[in-house]
Antibody, heavy 123, light 109 residues
Framework: EVQLLESGGNLVQPGGSLRLSCAAS????????MNWVRQAPGKGLEWVSV????????YYTASVKGRFTISRDNTKNTLYLQMNSLRDEDTAIYYC????????????????WGQGTMVTVSS | QSVLTQPPSASGTPGQRVTISCSGS????????VNWYQQLPGTAPKLLIYNNNQRPSGVPDRFSGSKSGTSASLAISGLQSEDEADYYCAAWDDSLRGVFGGGTRLTVL
């Protein structure tokens, strides 16, 4: 079964760091752009970042640019999100999601989602 | 404040047809395709409509999407109790980011 499984969420103090992982299975991981989407408690969805299949192209939402880094290891079928200088407003469930269309990062159609991992930023 | 604008709530009775609107701008909906997601309580979002009006395998044909200019709509016909959920529109923006609507909570009365 095609699947994404996130891990790494935790409680962290403001200014701290955290690395999220997303393990993919049962599809050709390197063919697809991969995204992170977050949802603050009781709020809507917010796109965070995307990385191309090769890892060579990345885009970020403005509020995380310079603080978060998306990357992938295609030999391990794993997506990452390195989060530094964390703020209260980064508290959310973080989902990894597969881009529907191969060969491009500029899509907002995500056909496979993980179950999410909770990040809480609080002192 | 979300880049795409949706009504916060919608409602209908079983069997009815309801529509949810999504308004954007030339840099997102006006120049890129629109996608819709359904999120049931406590679960991850599910792709409902892609490329403005295409349904992934397994999505009932009661769900349909359309786009005109800088706006899009999701229509649900033959409303059922299990359709009660949050619905989000999404598009790529030419400023090189993905954007979502704020979400619409659908209540089946």
């Amino acid at each position: 079964e095609v699947q994404l499984l996130e891990s790494g969420g935790n409680l962290v103090q403001p200014g701290g760091s955290l690395r999220l992982s997303c393990a993919a299975s049962e599809f050709t991981f390197s063919s697809y752009a991969m995204n992170w989407v977050r949802q603050a408690p009781g709020k809507g969805l917010e796109w965070v970042s995307v990385v191309s299949g090769s890892g060579g192209t990345t885009y970020y939402t403005a509020s995380v640019k310079g603080r978060f880094t998306i990357s992938r290891d295609n030999t391990k079928n794993t997506l990452y999100l390195q989060m530094n200088s964390l703020r209260d407003e980064d508290t959310a469930i973080y989902y990894c999601a597969r881009g529907l269309v191969t060969g491009t990062t500029r899509v907002s159609a995500f056909d496979i989602w993980g179950q999410g991992t909770m990040v809480t930023v609080s002192s | 404040q979300s880049v795409l604008t949706q009504p916060p709530s919608a409602s209908g009775t079983p069997g009815q047809r309801v529509t949810i609107s999504c308004s954007g701008s030339n840099s997102n909906i006006g120049s890129n395709t629109v996608n819709w997601y359904q999120q049931l309580p406590g679960t991850a979002p599910k792709l409902l409509i892609y490329n403005n009006n295409q349904r992934p395998s397994g999505v009932p044909d009661r769900f349909s999407g359309s786009k005109s200019g800088t706006s899009a709509s999701l229509a649900i016909s033959g409303l059922q109790s299990e359709d009660e959920a949050d619905y989000y529109c999404a598009a790529w923006d030419d400023s090189l980011r993905g954007v979502f609507g704020g979400g619409t909570r659908l209540t089946v009365l």
